[in-house]
């Protein structure tokens, strides 16, 4: 068995503490107003007035260069407005996806022409993205995906369906995962692509998106229908085939960050307040243990963040930080479950039974987004040399 080294994460400086600083007086004021169940929403809320705030604060796209609209300070400089911004149960999912890795998908990839048009777009908190990798018979599977666009005069021409498309009803671009050759016997990852779809311009003609109501009641994720769509010559993002080597990078992006364990945090802090301090000792225990493992996985993530910022490939720590951060956020609904005496209803006016009530409802799905459980694992066995 390998072994699975994670680096010492840096030590906290005077700029991320001067900075969590600014973030927490910011939040103080824009989230004053939110009640708990709108802050247990945390990154899957949209408010696009609220992404443009952080914008003009400098706080979307903040390690891309200055010529594309970003700021170029550190990877831990922006995980600090992470996690305070999660913790808080800030509505960042205007840009959530676009920040995190379609921008710096576009960033490494993109034609010149697309980056210097959406990446400062991006960075002021004007623009969304979507991701379309699943289909119907293809979601752990990627590379069985069957959507294909075809090589036509002028562009690309793009025929099949996306599911679960989170988003796809309101993004203004989708980073569309498909076919474009033919995937060889030696390798089945092969011909296959990534390309850019303007949304906007997708919906009016070639592309039909329709809601799925997820178990909630709400309107998060869709089916994307895509028939005869023509796309531009650089729509193509990056090499013609070269799209499971992409996908894979922006994977990372996609797993190893602090939303992967904190999806749950408005929970816990609703249960400690409700418990109060005279809570009883089991109280205090489980309390302690769900904080401990925060503390762990946070001190873990913040590690692929210095990788990152180091160039490094973390594909495999990252699977271990969504892992375990997914197993701690389902713990958490159920371990405050049996704290207290209350009914999870997530529509009840009493703060710690809407909160509650939205976490029963939702943290099935936290293990399955961004890949699942078993997928996970794979990953990781593979990884330690185990399979
Ligand atoms: C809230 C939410 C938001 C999402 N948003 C998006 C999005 O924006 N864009 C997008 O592209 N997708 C999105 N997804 C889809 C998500 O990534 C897929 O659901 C996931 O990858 C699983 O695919 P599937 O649903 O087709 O299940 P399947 O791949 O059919 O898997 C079914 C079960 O079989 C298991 N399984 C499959 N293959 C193996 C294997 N080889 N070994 C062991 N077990 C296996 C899986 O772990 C799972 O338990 C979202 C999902 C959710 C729940």
């Not at 994307?224 to 894979?248: F, M, N, S, Y």
């Amino acid at each position: 068995m390998r072994a699975l080294a994670f680096a010492v994460p840096p030590p906290p400086s005077e700029a991320t503490e001067s900075l969590r600083g600014e973030v927490r007086e910011f939040l103080a004021v824009e989230l004053a107003h939110r009640t708990p169940q709108q802050r247990a929403a945390s990154w899957s809320a949209r408010d696009p007035a609220f992404s443009r705030k952080m914008a003009e604060r400098g706080w979307i796209g903040m390690t891309w260069p200055k010529k594309y609209g970003g700021h170029e300070r550190s990877a831990l400089e922006r995980y600090v407005v992470l996690e305070e911004m999660l913790a808080a149960g800030a509505p960042v999912g205007h840009h959530w996806v676009a920040d995190r890795q379609s921008g710096p998908n576009l960033l490494r990839y993109g034609p010149e022409g697309q980056r210097q048009a959406i990446l400062p777009r991006i960075a002021a908190g004007q623009c969304s993205f979507c991701i379309g990798m699943s289909e119907p018979d293809s979601g752990s599977d990627l590379g069985a995906a069957r959507t294909r666009a075809q090589r036509v005069q002028g562009g690309w021409l793009v025929n099949g369906t996306k599911v679960w498309t989170s988003g796809a009803h309101v993004a203004d671009y989708m980073i569309l995962f498909c076919r474009t050759g033919a995937r060889a016997e030696t390798d089945r990852h092969a011909g296959a692509s990534q390309f850019i779809v303007d949304m906007a311009q997708a919906r009016r003609g070639g592309v039909t998106v329709s809601p799925i109501i997820d178990m909630r009641g709400a309107h998060h994720f869709n089916e994307v229908a895509i028939r005869d769509l023509l796309l531009p010559e650089d729509a193509l993002l990056g090499a013609e085939g070269d799209g499971w080597k992409q996908v894979t990078g922006e994977l990372a992006f996609e797993r190893s960050g602090p939303e992967r364990f904190l999806s749950a945090f408005t929970l816990l802090v609703e249960a400690v307040r409700a418990l109060g301090p005279e809570g009883s000792e089991r109280a205090a225990v489980a309390v302690g243990r769900l904080t401990q493992h925060i503390m762990m996985l946070r001190r873990l993530s913040r590690s692929v963040a210095g990788m990152l910022q180091a160039g490094e490939d973390p594909a495999l720590q990252a699977a271990l930080v969504k892992d375990l951060g997914n197993v701690l956020e389902q713990e958490t609904a159920e371990v405050v479950r049996l704290l207290v005496d209350i009914e999870p209803d997530h529509e009840a006016g009493e703060p710690l039974a809407a909160v509650l009530g939205e976490l029963v409802l939702t943290a099935p799905s936290f293990s399955l987004r961004g890949g699942t459980r078993e997928i996970l694992r794979g990953i990781i066995a593979r990884g330690l040399g185990l399979r």
